[in-house]
């Protein structure tokens, strides 16, 4: 009796130091990890980098609002002339009062 392979495509030849279940990335023991650590904090900052400050918070009706910071922007349109000038987004305008329960709503006259 012959068996016949039913493999279809290439077959492997010779073994693989990657597992099956691996990911493909080494692992990254603690030693590793702290001389990496070291060595970004001890590199130079690039005098074309981004700044260390690149928003700001404000808390406004509608919550917590992120503001880039004029230094970001600058920045920004240096690194990436081709975004164009800068633009703002007006933020909302705040709310009417909402009336309360039970109150009369303020209705506006139209004509036919």
Known sequence: MTTTSRTIGATQTQQNSVSPTSN??????????????VAVAVRPRDPNGPPLDLYRTETGEHGEIYIA?????AWFLRTYPR??????????APSRETPRPG?????????F
């Open 24 to 37: 493909g990335l080494r692992s990254l023991d603690s030693d590793d990890f702290w001389e990496r650590l």
């Open 69 to 73: 910071t004029d230094e970001y922007r």
């Open 83 to 92: 975004a164009g000038g800068r633009s703002e987004v007006s933020r909302p």
């Open 103 to 111: 109150g009369t709503p303020t209705l506006n006259p139209v004509s």
